[in-house]
């Protein structure tokens, strides 16, 4: 293939409202009324690859003060290399944060542009290890009435997926009946996953580990403490009930931040975000991490890229089917991948991540960016 560059770069930011009780959705820490996906486009060779992020619309500004410049005329079919630039150019900026969103943003939007300038599915142009990639429903807000709850996590399991998540650690005294009315309603053969999102403390997180484990057979807990925290993720991990996992790393942005949690025998399975810790490239060197440790990696969120991404990490667990995510790529693109047997596989007949961006329909959450028809 001839010498291709990369000749524009586009940037774009969409809130859409959440669809909770009063347009509200809550965790353990947070309460959010709505979900901002920054949207980036990259031009090169007659072609068009998209990338994007789930974060405040400050990022679609970072891209474009901070990193469009460095990756106008980079070699296409090199995104690592461009990576490699982009980190250089926002040291002083900040790689983490906001900053490892937008390289994230940015560099999927390039492996996207290569995987279409071959002609190929993504995961096929990655060094990747299988083709499809396990899944778990998650969602399960603390605001739900139970009705909501439970209807959410049992249409999971009716469609196959054999694991299911929901929020806990708000309000702990309401979370017995919470968590009854799910295991009521999915019986006991799928899998239970429960997600603090960082709200307890040390010893009332082991607390209500070994009621989770014990009453409800969670086998998952997520963030049960801050992530951090580490050393109270190892307490957790150390001392909570045999088979419920400790897990944490949706947060860490950089290769350290990784380190960190691996370094200290923090987690039974590391997450990882890839929109969040510098995008394919990115996770590429936090999945070598983890499985020189021999540690599995789950996905957070953002299945339609992660569907392609994740198959190529050497111990990849599952991937998390969150629903807001779904609800935003399925208004954002056409080709979004539906759950088959607890699994999404990648298009073998679409180029790049497969998807084709519905730009009609996302004009009305439009807040950043030009115009596109």
């Avoid at 926002?90 to 999927?108: F, P, T």
């Avoid at 739900?144 to 999971?156: F, I, V």
């Avoid at 996905?299 to 569907?307: E, K, N, W």
């Avoid at 596989?345 to 960016?369: C, E, M, S, T």
């Amino acid at each position: 293939m001839a010498d291709v560059t990369v000749d524009a770069v586009r940037v774009h930011a969409f809130t859409v409202p959440t669809d909770g009780p009063d347009g509200r959705e809550s965790d353990g820490t947070l309460e959010w009324d709505s979900t901002t996906m920054v949207l980036v486009e990259v031009d090169g060779g007659g072609r068009t690859g998209i990338g994007y992020t789930y974060g405040n619309v400050s990022v679609a500004t970072f891209v474009e003060s901070a990193l469009a410049g460095v990756v106008l005329g980079a070699d296409a079919m090199a995104p690592a290399a461009a990576w490699h630039a982009q980190q250089t150019a926002i040291r002083n900026a900040g790689q983490s944060g906001a900053g490892a969103m937008a390289v994230s943003a940015v560099d999927v939007a390039l492996w996207d542009l290569k995987a279409r300038l071959l002609d190929r599915p993504l995961y096929q142009v990655l060094p990747s290890f299988r083709d499809q990639v396990p899944v778990y429903g998650s969602g399960g807000f603390t605001n739900y009435p139970h009705s909501r709850l439970t209807g959410q996590l049992a249409d999971w399991v009716d469609q196959g997926i054999p694991r299911v998540k929901l929020k806990t650690s708000r309000d702990p005294r309401a979370d017995p009946a919470r968590l009854s009315a799910v295991r009521e309603v999915i019986g006991t053969g799928p899998e239970l996953f429960a997600d603090a999102n960082g709200a307890l403390s040390r010893k009332a997180a082991l607390y209500w580990a070994r009621r989770f484990a014990d009453e409800w057979g969670v086998c998952w807990f997520e963030e049960p403490v801050s992530s951090q925290d580490v050393t109270g993720l190892r307490v957790l991990r150390d001392q909570g009930p045999p088979g419920l996992d400790i897990a944490a790393g949706e947060y860490a942005f950089v290769l350290r931040d990784f380190e960190d949690l691996l370094s200290a025998g923090a987690v039974d399975c590391l997450q990882a975000d890839v929109t969040r810790c510098g995008g394919v490239t990115g996770l590429a060197q936090v999945g070598g991490a983890a499985a020189a440790r021999q540690v599995d990696v789950s996905a957070h969120c953002a299945p339609s890229v992660s569907a392609h991404a994740f198959c190529a990490v050497p111990h990849l667990r599952h991937l998390e089917y969150f629903h807001d995510h779904v609800r935003v790529e399925r208004l954002a693109f056409d080709g979004t991948l539906l759950p088959v047997d607890g699994v999404l596989r990648p298009a073998r007949d679409r180029a790049g991540l497969g998807l084709d961006v519905r730009w009609a329909d996302l004009r009305p959450y439009r807040v950043h960016g030009p115009e596109r028809n």
